[in-house]
């Protein structure tokens, strides 16, 4: 069983949807590292659902640091974050009959039966929140060293946004926004997208683009621990992500290799690309270009549309109706997740490249 993610910086995520608490311990973080709650809270504010297209749980996510902080600084030691659970309805999930496109019927395979069906147990995503939490530590560390992280809405049921122009700017504006796209414009339809499936009880999907800028060239290694492996290994890891390209991805097969090359050019007395198809990264290590990447969100598996499932006790086929509180998309809440993720794993690359004491305090 793995729930460890990291080899200088470490977070484990440990709990369950409707158990008492989850939380992660982040492990390998440099002493001296400004610990600001407000932010940790703004962070998971970003997370939380809201209106008509969320689900109707809404935790308040009072999260609890029970070690390696010492007057608002980290410790160097293992730190630990809890945030209970507080509004959990149990009784809409049924033992024995797994819901279409969850984890219900693999968790059974792996546990034995003995797994926490309850709301997905510790496949949730509930227990991203955690993720956010220790993400939100990571993501202030790298920017003390000017490295910034921004994601958006670029896709939601077909419909899409803009692409990133001024990523300062962008990556700011992206950081205060709970719908996160760039044109405000399509915010609305993308809005009445997921109201329309949620009342015909189903749900929708989209894609992900996240920037990061600021990151030094050479961070990386090759073969298997390049940036891309790295990062997708995490992406992946978030409920619901199926699908991760950096630069222009898939689309790169269709170009000649005149047009997917970035030339290279001096300015300023500094080596940068002349466009940035491939996504900051040559060889799996970073170029000093922004590093660009996509993820494809799958449409909510927790529908109100009847469907076909199994009775596995009484091993014959059977008609799922799904009870309980769900959500009709998760794109805009998975976005800091996203952020969080991607933050953790540049402070291991960092680490890893440069020392644990980088970021610096």
């Given at each position: 069983m793995k729930n460890t993610f990291g080899q200088s910086v470490a977070v484990t995520l440990f709990g369950e949807s409707h158990g008492s608490e989850v939380g992660a311990v982040l492990d390998g973080l440099a002493p001296g590292l400004l610990i600001d709650e407000d932010f940790i809270r703004h962070q998971l504010s970003l997370r939380r659902p809201e209106g008509k297209i969320s689900t109707a749980r809404v935790e308040a996510d009072e999260f609890r640091i029970v070690s390696g902080v010492f007057e608002g600084r980290t410790t160097g030691t293992p730190l630990c974050i809890l945030i209970p659970n507080t509004n959990t309805r149990s009784k809409d999930y049924t033992k024995g009959l797994p819901r279409p496109g969850h984890a219900d019927y693999t968790a059974e395979c792996k546990y034995h039966g003995f797994q926490d069906y309850r709301g997905g147990g510790h496949f949730s995503g509930r227990i991203t929140a955690a993720l956010v939490a220790a993400g939100a530590i990571a993501i202030l560390a790298l920017r003390q060293n000017g490295i910034l992280i921004g994601t958006h809405i670029s896709r939601l049921a077909s419909i899409p946004d803009r692409g990133f122009g001024d990523y300062v700017a962008d990556i700011e504006a992206l950081g205060d926004s709970r719908f996160p796209v760039l044109d405000t414009k399509v915010e609305s339809v993308m809005k009445r997208q997921i109201e329309e499936a949620a009342s015909e009880g189903d749900s929708v999907g989209g894609v992900l683009e996240t920037a990061v800028i600021g990151l030094p060239s050479g961070v990386g290694e090759p073969w298997f621990d390049t940036v891309e492996s790295v990062l997708s290994h995490a992406l992946f890891s978030?409920?619901?992500?199926?699908?991760?390209?950096?630069?222009?991805?898939?689309?790169?097969?269709?170009?000649?290799?005149?047009?997917?090359?970035?030339?290279?050019?001096?300015?300023?007395?500094?080596?940068?690309?002349?466009?940035?198809?491939?996504?900051?990264?040559?060889?799996?290590?970073?170029?000093?270009?922004?590093?660009?990447?996509?993820?494809?969100?799958?449409?909510?598996?927790?529908?109100?549309?009847?469907?076909?499932?199994?009775?596995?006790?009484?091993?014959?086929?059977?008609?799922?109706?799904?009870?309980?509180?769900?959500?009709?998309?998760?794109?805009?809440?998975?976005?800091?997740?996203?952020?969080?993720?991607?933050?953790?794993?540049?402070?291991?690359?960092?680490?890893?490249?440069?020392g644990t004491d980088f970021p610096d305090a």
């Open positions: 978030i409920p619901g992500v199926k699908g991760v390209e950096f630069g222009d991805g898939f689309a790169l097969s269709d170009m000649r290799g005149s047009k997917a090359n970035d030339g290279l050019r001096m300015e300023n007395g500094k080596v940068v690309t002349v466009t940035n198809h491939n996504g900051g990264i040559n060889g799996g290590i970073t170029n000093g270009m922004p590093v660009i990447f996509r993820c494809a969100v799958k449409p909510t598996p927790s529908i109100f549309i009847e469907q076909e499932s199994v009775d596995l006790e009484a091993k014959q086929n059977a008609t799922l109706s799904l009870q309980g509180r769900h959500d009709p998309a998760i794109v805009h809440r998975a976005r800091v997740v996203v952020d969080s993720v991607t933050a953790l794993v540049l402070c291991d690359l960092l680490a890893l490249r440069f």
